[in-house]
């Protein structure tokens, strides 16, 4: 049966075609016979580098022709007159002669820059040698004695490969030095008229050419190492300078130790700071340094717990450590990591000395005003909450009562006496509540008129009310201050420990309900909690009830909303939403139920849905987009969550790149390992990672310093007085040269208006998200708008007055663009 007929290939002529090989081959040449020949610096150096070695060989080089020279005139019979034969010595003589007094005028200078004419120069030279080498063989292969074409057939053959392997580094003096005497011998051993020498002649040819391309290459490589050694060099002295310029200007200190724990490489401000002579200071031991100062017993402990840390091998960050230096307490944070060879030796520490004395001391300074009010000298809401949880544990064997209580009218008192008065009225609140109470109770200012005692060891709910009224009644009495005698009433609300609630918040809103009972049967009176006041609290666990079958209901929907590429006007991704559809209450914001879901703990099984869904429809149904999901802290520090990731995009068919995960700077906060970890492990899969509302909240620099996001989310608070405010201008432009520089890209949020898009686009922005491009949309929608979006073009902004867009060009600090006529061109 004939075979079908396959047709040839078209080729397209307007496709590049492959570059043919002696082209490329070209090419190469040329690019290695630059460096011989460009007059700019760095070939000029690297020439400096070639010429330094091949002038170190040169003495032996030459000597080794002379000796070879004279040996061969004095020894060999030529048939030739003796006169031409010394006279050929002589002549190679001088040259090497020549040589030698070039290498001795110079051999105590290092040349930094040679310029082309050096390499001609040695590549005539090369030249005239090796033509005084390619006479011999003639007159030795015409009629010479057998030995003495066996011995110049090998001499011929060591110059071709000693000569260009000596001279490789200068290649253009190589080749004309091998090619010489290698095509000259080949084709004399021609006059032998032996059928052998015509062999030896091929082989002598080949050889020659093997032996080119070798210098070729070597050459090349040589070159091409010496560019990477200066590059790297360049390198390490703009590292050197930055490192200096961060030492200059930054708090940290840095410093470096032994394998033995002796200070190396002691600058300045390291001695400064450690009070030492700098001479010194290369003799002392760092941890014997930090021992001398422990001046108590936590700077001991600090102390231990850092030769703990040391021992340990293993990189730490920010351990704090007291110290006293020249008699003042100082507080220093030191981070430090191990230097080890490339066989895994220990070659001592390096790290930086961060004096935080200041922040230590705010720090111990907010720690106590987080823990008492400081205008009552009460406990705060954040210790009563401490307390409250530690009277929860107990009160099983020992049982306990809250009273949240609330002064009456309090902002009358301030409007008509003035807050100075109001303040003198909550002091004395203060001073009635302590009388009252044992020193086994705790008394706290919840903020604003708003009190609470905790009780100890109440038998039962009616002492706890009886109580309750007593506070009522002491409240009720007159206060008497300079502005006159006020009356006031307070209003007081009672709950049972545990017999109204086991949880810190559910005494709370328990304790609150009660109040606000009190107040609606008339005020200044106690009220304790009955189960008919939890309505509220009712309709919040049938909400976190509904939400929990929400998933097997199919209530949960994903809504989507494009991202576009600034550059080039295109769909590039799609951010995933997710959506409540109740089946009584209707669409329910995400505001309404996702930080109840993070309270209860529903949004662990919540993220894995929004995962594998928007994995699903992303992989069939956005192709090539990347898809952008949202997750909560509370997943991402779960010892799962990588392999939650991993099983949506397996289960989705979603390729990892295609993937990109936001998540928000509340994570930091605590700035949990383990969240980093599953982070990076994240990136290392091809995963992109966003920080989501990026100059809002937490926001710090030193976030970008944990970990290498992939984009940065500009919030919409910024892109919402872009047009009209010019520090918001200054402040994207900020971001998104910050982002620039640290290999991030940015996408901006809530864009609305064409001139909002407009400035984005000129400060580099790559991406905007928001209403000008499309509302958040069911899939079919966004599918619809993908399929209809090459029709589109970028929107063009308005004429704009210019007061709005004021004087903003490129030379203006912040700017986002030039503006001509009051509108964006």
């Not at 409250?388 to 049982?399: F, G, R, Y």
Request: with cysteine; glycine share 8%.
């Amino acid at each position: 049966m004939p075979r079908p007929r396959v047709p040839r290939p078209q080729l397209d002529p307007t496709s590049p075609t492959p570059r043919p090989l002696p082209q490329a081959e070209w090419a190469t040449w040329r690019r290695l016979m630059q460096v011989y020949q460009d007059r700019d610096t760095e070939s000029a150096e690297i020439r400096a580098r070639l010429v330094q070695w091949v002038t170190f060989v040169s003495p032996w080089l030459m000597g080794c022709n002379m000796v070879s020279a004279v040996l061969l005139a004095w020894t060999l019979p030529v048939a030739v007159a003796p006169w031409l034969q010394w006279s050929w010595c002589g002549a190679i003589c001088a040259l090497c002669l020549f040589g030698l007094a070039g290498w001795w005028r110079h051999r105590h200078k290092v040349p930094t820059r040679v310029g082309p004419t050096v390499v001609r120069k040695a590549t005539l030279h090369a030249g005239a040698l090796a033509a005084l080498w390619a006479v011999l063989p003639w007159p030795v292969f015409a009629g010479g004695a057998v030995s003495a074409q066996i011995l110049i057939a090998g001499m011929m053959l060591g110059l071709v490969a000693g000569g260009g392997f000596v001279l490789t580094p200068l290649a253009p003096a190589a080749i004309v030095f091998t090619a010489i005497i290698g095509l000259s011998t080949s084709a004399a051993v021609v006059r032998m008229h032996d059928p052998l020498a015509l062999l030896f002649s091929a082989l002598m040819a080949g050889y020659t050419v093997v032996t080119i391309a070798a210098i070729v290459l070597g050459a090349r490589r040589s070159a091409g190492a010496l560019r990477a050694e200066r590059e790297a060099e360049r390198q390490g002295q703009l590292v050197a300078l930055l490192l200096k310029d961060f030492e200059s200007q930054s708090a940290d200190v840095m410093w470096e130790t032994d394998a033995a724990g002796r200070l190396v490489r002691v600058t300045p401000k390291l001695s400064a700071l450690m009070r030492l002579d700098t001479d010194d200071a290369g003799k002392r031991a760092l941890l014997g340094w930090f021992e001398q100062q422990a001046a108590d017993a936590e700077a001991r402990a600090a102390v231990a717990k850092l030769r703990q840390a040391f021992g340990a091998g293993q990189a730490f960050r920010q351990r704090g450590i007291p110290v006293t230096v020249a008699g003042a307490r100082r507080r220093w944070s030191i981070t430090a990591r191990p230097l080890v060879d490339e066989g895994g030796a220990d070659q001592g520490w390096r790290g930086v000395i961060t004096d935080i004395t200041m922040e230590h001391d705010a720090q111990s300074r907010m720690q106590q005003l987080a823990l008492v009010d400081s205008l009552t000298g009460l406990a705060n809401r954040g210790q009563l909450r401490d307390k409250l949880q530690l009277k929860i544990a107990s009160a099983v064997h020992k049982p306990a009562a809250l009273l949240c209580l609330d002064m009456d009218h309090f902002k009358r008192i301030n409007d008509s006496f003035g807050h100075a008065t109001g303040d003198v009225v909550l002091r004395e609140t203060a001073r009635r509540l302590r009388k009252l109470v044992r020193a086994s109770d705790i008394v706290a200012r919840a903020g604003g008129d708003e009190f609470a005692v905790l009780l100890d060891d109440i038998a039962s709910g009616e002492d706890a009310l009886r109580f309750g009224q007593r506070v009522v009644d002491e409240l009720n009495r007159v206060f008497s201050c300079e502005a006159g005698a006020i009356n006031a009433s307070a209003s007081v609300g009672v709950v049972t420990i545990p017999g109204h609630g086991t949880t810190v918040d559910e005494l709370l809103a328990n304790a609150d309900l009660a109040l606000g009972s009190a107040k609606a049967a008339g005020r200044a009176r106690a009220e304790i909690f009955h189960a008919h006041m939890g309505e509220r609290l009712r309709l919040r666990m049938t909400l976190e009830r509904d939400l929990r079958q929400a998933v097997a209901r199919k209530e949960l929907r994903l809504h989507w909303q494009p991202q576009v590429d600034t550059a080039q006007w295109r769909i590039s991704g799609c951010e995933a939403l997710l959506r409540w559809q109740h089946a009584e209450q209707g669409l329910i914001p995400p505001a309404s139920f996702i930080p109840l879901a993070e309270e209860t703990g529903l949004i662990v099984e919540l993220g894995q849905w929004v995962l594998d869904e928007a994995c699903r429809v992303g992989a069939h149904k956005l192709p090539g987009l990347m898809v952008a999901v949202n997750v909560s802290p509370i997943q991402v520090v779960r010892d799962d969550f990588v392999n939650v990731v991993r099983k949506a995009l397996s289960a989705g068919g979603l390729p990892p790149q295609r993937l990109e995960i936001e998540i928000t700077e509340s994570l930091f906060i605590d700035a949990s390992p383990k969240a980093l970890r599953n982070l990076e492990t994240l990136r290392q899969m091809g995963i992109r990672v966003a920080l989501d509302d990026f100059g809002t909240g937490y926001s710090s620099l030193a976030y970008l310093r944990q970990f290498p996001f992939d984009t940065l989310k500009i919030d919409r608070a910024f892109v919402r007085e872009l047009v009209t405010q010019h520090d918001a201008r200054a402040i994207v432009r900020s971001i998104v040269e910050l982002a620039a520089a640290l290999g991030m890209s940015t996408v901006a949020e809530g864009v609305e208006e064409p001139a909002q898009y407009e400035l984005l686009r000129r400060a580099g922005c790559a991406g905007v998200q928001g209403f000008l491009i499309a509302r958040p949309m069911v899939i079919e929608q966004a599918v619809e708008m993908l399929e209809s979006w090459a029709m589109q073009r970028a929107p063009k902004p308005d004429s704009v007055p210019d007061s709005v867009f004021a004087p903003i060009d490129e030379t203006t600090p912040g700017a986002l663009g030039p503006v001509e006529g009051g509108a964006v061109h």
